[in-house]
């Protein structure tokens, strides 16, 4: 009781100091909680899936690195690890689930044959949580993806065999969103290209825009699905020559209006994509953010609160445009406790939202127009050490989840009973 008579009244503080600013911190708190993190169910078992006991996915220039124990190793396991991540993030949240994550009930099934009934428990777990999904196509580690090339592939049965996975996804992703009741983005994301220089850079890329035009040929409902295509700048494997570069699929989500996916971790060193937000909102229907942590290349690192985090999410709100906006995580990190790592990523990315529902964008904007880059400079810093975190603490308060650390305890009880006998 002690601790939340202090965060209570540590927000009034934290409430006034705002408001002087011109801040409503407690529409900023209606607004957080309206925004869902798709969090991604491949942190739970290091990309391995459930087509086959104890498989490890890897290729496509995607993997997994760390062995710390109590990964999950069966469907039951890393839903009871979801539900522990999400008791301890304020807010309601979506889940994104990859197609290797199927349920077949113990009968494998090939990704050319996979239906929605295949992931029926999947939908009946999230219907029960009140919880969207997202969906993927899983476009590696099979037989037909060893050689590194699936849509763009120079032999047509190879070909054909993604193109009606793709399909089959698609209509799987419009039943979940048909039965939960709110659209899910399906994201199509493939590894194909060269690890050295190619001779033929338009062929593929030829073969790619002809694989997906068949892929999305069937229309689909948007009030049940969404299409989105994602862009890599390299992989392993793949680092001279990627056919589903940025250049690509921006053209293409423009002249297919469909959502095109920005992943953090999929650019040059030097690129954000929070620099990206603004000017591809103006040609393409929606954005689907894959919000990860590069360093020093696509390495999908736990999302920390850093200086980029916080632009991606500044250019979220500034926007207006949040019913256009997705926002999903990526990372995969198996050298730490994976369930902390959800917990960690998650959190972040709702302090960096508030943060910016916290600034007062309207008079940033007003300074700007009058040209008064003085004291638009001097209020953007003033703004960095406003009291937020009494803010943050009280909106866990408000959702019944731990607030500062106390949430990292509950996450070793859980090793110490449950991750520790795996």
């Keep these: 009781m002690k601790a939340q008579k202090r965060i209570e009244q540590a927000y009034e503080i ?11 911190a407690e529409k900023a708190l209606q607004q957080l909680a309206k925004i869902p993190i798709s969090l991604h169910c491949w942190q739970g078992d290091d990309v391995g899936g459930f087509e086959r006991a104890g498989a490890q996915l890897s290729g496509g220039g995607i993997q997994a690195t760390g062995n710390y124990p109590g990964k999950a190793r069966t469907i039951e396991e890393l839903r009871m690890d979801l ?34 009934r295949h992931f029926q428990s999947w939908i009946d777990w999230a219907k029960e949580r009140k919880m969207g999904m997202d969906f993927n196509p899983t476009f590696f580690s ?37 039965q939960l009741g709110t ?14 220089i190619p001779a033929d ?20 409902e948007p009030q049940y699905h969404l299409d989105a295509v994602e862009s890599k700048l390299f992989g392993i494997g793949a680092e001279s020559y990627t056919a589903g570069s940025h250049e690509f699929y921006l053209g293409y989500a423009v002249s297919r209006q469909k959502l095109l996916c920005l992943d953090a971790g999929h650019f040059h060193p030097t690129e954000v994509i929070s620099d990206k937000i603004s000017s591809v909102l103006f040609f393409v ?17 736990v999302v ?9 999410a500044k250019e979220i709100v500034r926007s207006g445009q949040l019913n256009r906006i997705h926002i999903g995580l990526d990372f995969f990190d198996a050298s730490i406790n994976r369930i902390a790592a959800w917990v960690i990523g998650t959190r972040n990315m709702l302090k960096a939202l508030l943060l910016a529902l916290l600034e007062p964008t309207g008079t940033l904007q007003a300074m700007e127009q009058k040209m008064d880059f003085t004291q638009r400079l001097a209020m953007m810093e003033e703004l960095k050490t406003l009291p ?15 607030a500062g650390m106390a949430w990292f305890e509950e996450v070793k009880q859980y090793e110490k009973d449950v991750l520790s006998k795996r």
């Design 285 to 301: 229907p929606g954005l689907l953010l894959h919000v990860s942590r590069p360093v020093r290349w696509d390495s999908d690192h």
């Design 14 to 24: 934290a409430k006034q100091i705002y408001a002087e600013a011109g801040v409503d």
């Design 201 to 220: 850079r338009r062929g593929p890329r030829e073969r790619l825009a002809d694989a997906l035009d068949a892929v999305f040929k069937e229309s689909l």
């Design 388 to 402: 937020w975190t009494a803010v943050w603490d009280y909106y866990c308060l408000q959702k019944n989840v731990p």
């Design 83 to 116: 539900d522990k991540a999400l008791s301890l993030i304020p807010g309601k949240h979506r889940l994104n689930l990859h197609a290797c994550y199927l349920d077949h009930g113990g009968k494998p099934v090939d990704r050319d044959q996979i239906e929605a």
């Design 183 to 196: 659209p899910t983005v399906t994201n199509v994301w493939i590894p194909d290209g060269y690890k050295d």
């Design 304 to 312: 920390i609160l850093d200086d980029e985090l916080q632009n991606i």
């Design 142 to 178: 099979h037989p037909k993806a060893n050689d590194g090339f699936t849509l763009t592939h120079p032999d047509e049965a190879i070909r054909r065999f993604w193109i009606q996975h793709g399909i089959l996804c698609r209509r799987i992703g419009a039943e979940m969103g048909r």
